[in-house]
């Protein structure tokens, strides 16, 4: 096969950033049935080359070529039309959604490889599962699946949609030697399909077992493409990378001193979620290592011991006793950790290089209250050049450096803080070889001078490189020690392998959790159904117990009162809960209900005609419609905050209102307000309205391939991008039928009304998102149903009726309503506040009655 059947082709790619060449005219072409392997160390280019290729980011110059066709614009649903898929590094999944709804999110639209109806979605993805061998339940949630099998099923969803060019992001990241024996046969069933593969990754053993050719970056600048053969080695694809030779990847290691240097790390019975009975010591310079079989305990342990879990047992540094379950208290012991998850828990992305290094160590700068910054700069300027850090400045943001820079500056973080352990979880993933080196270079440096390292890695390579001695876990447990000579790849990944079939199926049904479990265990709203059990409940206690008070409660005078009087409250409760799933705010709904009475004490005015009043009708929605476009738009094209925004509108709105009736004044039509009352016996017609809305809005979110794109964007907007969401549409959308529900909502306020009132829908605002929250919606987005804020609304509307029947002040109602909404974001959130109090309780009680056992 020739370059010129290309299944991708880059020509003359070029990308700048500010003060950053990353791509320079590269050229860069994969053909069909091809594992083409692109290496460079961190900063080389890879990402931006990928990203071009996926349409995630635009080109300055150059052209990319798909199976032929040219890319036109940086679209990634543009690039998956035309065959490309992509496996992320940091995965596109959305951890809220199930397996079976993330595979189906992937499957890209009107390419002929549409998914089946979202009725058939588990059957479908069952079957996709199938393919690849992997024992994973549709049902499960992916945020309750290992980060290997999160992994997996990343590229299970990419392949779902047979693509013709699929490119892998450092694939094995999170994969141990079983798993990446499998994502191997894998990618070989991919190739024998004749599927282009591009392939990134930093560990050089896949790519000279894989690969067919290997294009080299450096800084920006392809260096060539080499075909791999029994003559490439190791040594020389380093080489060709960092542009010299080295000798060895990893230092010499302490050896026989390790076993006579004093304790410095003490670990009783340590035991926690996922593992039990830990028990070791490390010495002073001592690297000790944790492996095993991704899902055995291990992370766990090791996050434990640096107080990110809970856990119970001894903890000694220097023989001083360390609380379980505080990183403030294991620093403050001396034991620090740098977690695997670096974006999320180890850097802070927006502050600087020097900033991220010394914020631990403020105090030892600071006099008087104030810091002294060239003491400051001077101590983190050492250490970028003991750590050979590549950044531009010391005040550059963290966030822009590579992946391995950044992994520097943590550890020099914690260099500087002096800590006497220091926990290292994945210590070089996604890590270029010469970074790889630098960091070992510097962990056995610390360690020649009394530091002591824990260190987590799936590579066992990694582990027999650097560490004096490996403890290898097994469902929990440490099922071998190894030290000095039989320190080695081999031993480690023996001691492990036979219990990666059993891991696999612990694992597996962790993942399919019980009825109760799967209710309560992840909060009330792992599933969409259950704050509505809530809701009725509550309102058969509330109302139970006002119809023991008052004998007018149950009246059928009363209850149609009540519907009549809810459904503007629930019509805009529906409105909020539609912004509130993408994650915004509508703060102008109550001004809009506003100016839509204002309005139709205009269009829809006394005496009117049907077809004017039709029209009127017509107009007043489409005035919310216009309004939500323009919130919509202003909040996604011009990127103003939602709630800015809203509270711009609403000030607009309630100026037009007034400017339009100064004071109430304008009757509605007669026949209209009659209209909006009709009833079939004591329940109005506007009832079954509102159920029906709400029926129809949570069939769509979930039970259509539109609804779930919505709630992909509300729980992780950059997964539903990569997905080939159309994010920005989504919003807009949201913002749309919030102005017409809203809209829609004052019209029947005018029925209560009856005169153009420019300020009446004032206190529906609020309301609306508590009712909303109350019925299970989360202010953080992708979360609730319409029938919950039906039925939110309609326990507001109760609490309002009842309070004057039960002759209490009007206060004591508001301070429930407010005291139910805490409550029921509480019970949606899982319990965790009341389940961290319990735990505490629990340990208290336990420290106290072991206590008590100990004779005098």
């Given at each position: 096969m020739t370059p010129e059947h290309a299944s991708l082709r880059l020509s003359g790619i070029s990308k700048r950033y500010p003060g950053v060449q990353a791509l320079a005219g590269m050229s860069f072409d994969c053909l069909p049935g091809e594992v083409h392997a692109v290496l460079g160390e961190n900063g080389s280019g890879k990402s931006t080359l990928l990203k071009i290729a996926a349409g995630a980011v635009a080109a300055d110059e150059g052209r990319v070529e798909i199976m032929g066709a040219p890319l036109t614009a940086a679209d990634p649903m543009q690039a998956r039309r035309l065959g490309l898929a992509t496996v992320y590094q940091d995965d596109s999944l959305v951890r809220e959604l199930t397996v079976a709804e993330n595979l189906y999110l992937g499957v890209p639209t009107g390419a002929g490889q549409d998914a089946p109806p979202v009725t058939g979605m588990a059957a479908w993805a069952a079957a996709q599962l199938d393919r690849y061998d992997l024992d994973l339940a549709p049902q499960a949630i992916v945020g309750s699946l290992t980060p290997s099998q999160r992994q997996f099923l990343e590229i299970v969803k990419a392949l779902t949609a047979a693509p013709k060019v699929l490119l892998l992001d450092e694939p094995t990241s999170t994969l141990d030697l079983p798993d990446v024996e499998k994502l191997t046969a894998i990618i070989r069933q991919a190739q024998a399909a004749g599927t282009a593969i591009v392939y990134v990754s930093h560990r050089l053993p896949e790519i000279l077992d894989l690969a067919d050719r290997v294009t080299i970056l450096r800084d920006g600048v392809g260096r060539g493409t080499y075909p791999v053969g029994p003559e490439l080695s190791e040594a020389q694809l380093i080489a060709l990378m960092v542009g010299r030779l080295v000798e060895s990847e990893y230092p010499a290691k302490l050896g026989a001193r390790a076993t006579t240097a004093p304790v410095v790390l003490d670990v009783q019975d340590l035991q926690g979620a996922q593992f039990s009975d830990l028990s070791f010591q490390v010495r002073?310079?001592?690297?000790?290592?944790?492996?095993?079989?991704?899902?055995?305990?291990?992370?766990?342990?090791?996050?434990?011991?640096?107080?990110?879990?809970?856990?119970?047992?001894?903890?000694?540094?220097?023989?001083?006793?360390?609380?379980?379950?505080?990183?403030?208290?294991?620093m403050a012991g001396g034991i620090?950790?740098?977690?695997?998850?670096?974006?999320?828990?180890?850097?802070?992305?927006?502050?600087?290089?020097?900033?991220?290094?010394?914020?631990?160590?403020?105090?030892?700068?600071?006099?008087?209250?104030?810091?002294?910054?060239?003491?400051?700069?001077?101590?983190?300027?050492?250490?970028v050049a003991e750590l050979g850090i590549v950044t531009a400045g010391l005040e550059q943001p963290i966030g822009g450096l590579s992946g391995g820079n950044q992994q520097k500056a943590v550890l020099g973080r914690s260099f500087l803080q002096g800590a006497p352990v220091v926990l290292i979880d994945e210590p070089t993933q996604g890590v270029d070889a010469n970074a790889r080196f630098d960091i070992y270079q510097a962990i056995r440096g610390k360690a020649e001078a009394g530091a002591s390292f824990v260190v987590n890695s799936s590579d066992a390579l990694e582990l027999a490189g650097?560490?004096?001695?490996?403890?290898?876990?097994?469902?929990?447990?440490?099922?071998?020690?190894?030290?000095?000579?039989?320190?080695?790849?081999?031993?480690?990944?023996?001691?492990?392998?036979?219990?990666?079939?059993?891991?696999?199926?612990?694992?597996?049904?962790?993942?399919?959790?019980?009825?109760l479990a799967g209710l309560l265990g992840g909060g009330l709203t792992s599933r969409w159904w259950t704050p509505l059990l809530f809701l009725a409940l509550l309102l058969l206690i509330v109302g139970g117990y006002a119809a023991t008070q008052s004998e007018a409660f149950l009246t059928t005078l009363n209850f149609r009162h009540i519907l009549l009087a809810a459904a503007p409250l629930a019509l805009v409760t529906m409105a909020q809960f539609n912004v509130l799933m993408v994650g915004g705010f509508d703060i102008s709904v109550g001004s809009l209900m506003s100016m839509t009475v204002v309005l139709a004490s205009f269009l829809i005015a006394y005496q009117m005609g049907p077809s004017l009043l039709v029209l009127g009708f017509i107009l007043c929605l489409a005035a919310g419609l216009l309004v939500g476009a323009v919130n919509g738009l202003v909040v996604r094209r011009l990127g103003i905050n939602s709630v800015i925004t809203t509270i711009a509108m609403l000030s607009i709105l309630q100026g037009i209102a007034l400017y339009l009736r100064p004071t109430p004044a304008g009757v509605v039509s007669l026949e209209f307000l009659d209209l909006l009352k009709a009833r079939a016996g004591f329940v109005p017609l506007s009832f079954f309205l509102l159920v029906a809305i709400a029926i129809a809005g949570d069939w769509w979110l979930y039970r259509s391939g539109s609804g779930l794109r919505l709630r992909a964007t509300g729980f992780r907007e950059e997964a539903a991008k990569r997905n080939g969401v159309r994010t920005d549409r989504v919003h807009i959308r949201a913002y749309l039928l919030s102005g017409l529900l809203a809209a829609l909502a004052g019209l029947f306020l005018s029925s209560e009304v009856g005169v153009g009132h420019p300020t009446v829908g004032a206190t529906y605002t609020l309301t609306s998102i508590a009712a909303a929250v109350l019925g299970g919606a989360a202010l953080t987005g992708g979360r609730g149903s319409f029938l919950g804020a039906l039925l939110g609304a309609l326990f507001f509307t109760l609490t309002v009726n009842i309070i004057p029947l039960l002759g209490l002040n009007t206060a004591v109602g508001i301070i429930a309503s407010g005291g139910l909404t805490l409550f029921a974001v509480l019970v949606y959130s899982g319990w965790e506040p009341v389940g961290w109090l319990l735990r505490r309780l629990r340990a208290a009680f336990a420290g106290a009655a072991g206590s008590a056992r100990v004779p005098s």
């Amino acid at each position: 096969m020739t370059p010129e059947h290309a299944s991708l082709r880059l020509s003359g790619i070029s990308k700048r950033y500010p003060g950053v060449q990353a791509l320079a005219g590269m050229s860069f072409d994969c053909l069909p049935g091809e594992v083409h392997a692109v290496l460079g160390e961190n900063g080389s280019g890879k990402s931006t080359l990928l990203k071009i290729a996926a349409g995630a980011v635009a080109a300055d110059e150059g052209r990319v070529e798909i199976m032929g066709a040219p890319l036109t614009a940086a679209d990634p649903m543009q690039a998956r039309r035309l065959g490309l898929a992509t496996v992320y590094q940091d995965d596109s999944l959305v951890r809220e959604l199930t397996v079976a709804e993330n595979l189906y999110l992937g499957v890209p639209t009107g390419a002929g490889q549409d998914a089946p109806p979202v009725t058939g979605m588990a059957a479908w993805a069952a079957a996709q599962l199938d393919r690849y061998d992997l024992d994973l339940a549709p049902q499960a949630i992916v945020g309750s699946l290992t980060p290997s099998q999160r992994q997996f099923l990343e590229i299970v969803k990419a392949l779902t949609a047979a693509p013709k060019v699929l490119l892998l992001d450092e694939p094995t990241s999170t994969l141990d030697l079983p798993d990446v024996e499998k994502l191997t046969a894998i990618i070989r069933q991919a190739q024998a399909a004749g599927t282009a593969i591009v392939y990134v990754s930093h560990r050089l053993p896949e790519i000279l077992d894989l690969a067919d050719r290997v294009t080299i970056l450096r800084d920006g600048v392809g260096r060539g493409t080499y075909p791999v053969g029994p003559e490439l080695s190791e040594a020389q694809l380093i080489a060709l990378m960092v542009g010299r030779l080295v000798e060895s990847e990893y230092p010499a290691k302490l050896g026989a001193r390790a076993t006579t240097a004093p304790v410095v790390l003490d670990v009783q019975d340590l035991q926690g979620a996922q593992f039990s009975d830990l028990s070791f010591q490390v010495r002073a310079g001592e690297v000790l290592g944790f492996a095993g079989a991704e899902g055995n305990g291990q992370r766990q342990a090791l996050r434990a011991l640096g107080g990110f879990l809970e856990a119970q047992g001894r903890i000694a540094c220097h023989g001083r006793s360390i609380p379980c379950g505080a990183p403030r208290r294991a620093m403050a012991g001396g034991i620090t950790m740098l977690s695997a998850d670096r974006a999320q828990e180890s850097i802070f992305p927006a502050l600087g290089v020097r900033e991220n290094m010394t914020l631990q160590v403020l105090g030892r700068y600071a006099g008087g209250g104030l810091v002294s910054a060239r003491r400051e700069r001077a101590d983190a300027a050492a250490m970028v050049a003991e750590l050979g850090i590549v950044t531009a400045g010391l005040e550059q943001p963290i966030g822009g450096l590579s992946g391995g820079n950044q992994q520097k500056a943590v550890l020099g973080r914690s260099f500087l803080q002096g800590a006497p352990v220091v926990l290292i979880d994945e210590p070089t993933q996604g890590v270029d070889a010469n970074a790889r080196f630098d960091i070992y270079q510097a962990i056995r440096g610390k360690a020649e001078a009394g530091a002591s390292f824990v260190v987590n890695s799936s590579d066992a390579l990694e582990l027999a490189g650097i560490c004096d001695r490996v403890l290898v876990f097994s469902r929990g447990h440490v099922i071998r020690e190894l030290a000095g000579d039989e320190v080695t790849e081999e031993n480690i990944v023996a001691a492990f392998l036979t219990s990666t079939r059993v891991r696999g199926e612990t694992a597996d049904r962790a993942a399919r959790p019980g009825f109760l479990a799967g209710l309560l265990g992840g909060g009330l709203t792992s599933r969409w159904w259950t704050p509505l059990l809530f809701l009725a409940l509550l309102l058969l206690i509330v109302g139970g117990y006002a119809a023991t008070q008052s004998e007018a409660f149950l009246t059928t005078l009363n209850f149609r009162h009540i519907l009549l009087a809810a459904a503007p409250l629930a019509l805009v409760t529906m409105a909020q809960f539609n912004v509130l799933m993408v994650g915004g705010f509508d703060i102008s709904v109550g001004s809009l209900m506003s100016m839509t009475v204002v309005l139709a004490s205009f269009l829809i005015a006394y005496q009117m005609g049907p077809s004017l009043l039709v029209l009127g009708f017509i107009l007043c929605l489409a005035a919310g419609l216009l309004v939500g476009a323009v919130n919509g738009l202003v909040v996604r094209r011009l990127g103003i905050n939602s709630v800015i925004t809203t509270i711009a509108m609403l000030s607009i709105l309630q100026g037009i209102a007034l400017y339009l009736r100064p004071t109430p004044a304008g009757v509605v039509s007669l026949e209209f307000l009659d209209l909006l009352k009709a009833r079939a016996g004591f329940v109005p017609l506007s009832f079954f309205l509102l159920v029906a809305i709400a029926i129809a809005g949570d069939w769509w979110l979930y039970r259509s391939g539109s609804g779930l794109r919505l709630r992909a964007t509300g729980f992780r907007e950059e997964a539903a991008k990569r997905n080939g969401v159309r994010t920005d549409r989504v919003h807009i959308r949201a913002y749309l039928l919030s102005g017409l529900l809203a809209a829609l909502a004052g019209l029947f306020l005018s029925s209560e009304v009856g005169v153009g009132h420019p300020t009446v829908g004032a206190t529906y605002t609020l309301t609306s998102i508590a009712a909303a929250v109350l019925g299970g919606a989360a202010l953080t987005g992708g979360r609730g149903s319409f029938l919950g804020a039906l039925l939110g609304a309609l326990f507001f509307t109760l609490t309002v009726n009842i309070i004057p029947l039960l002759g209490l002040n009007t206060a004591v109602g508001i301070i429930a309503s407010g005291g139910l909404t805490l409550f029921a974001v509480l019970v949606y959130s899982g319990w965790e506040p009341v389940g961290w109090l319990l735990r505490r309780l629990r340990a208290a009680f336990a420290g106290a009655a072991g206590s008590a056992r100990v004779p005098s």
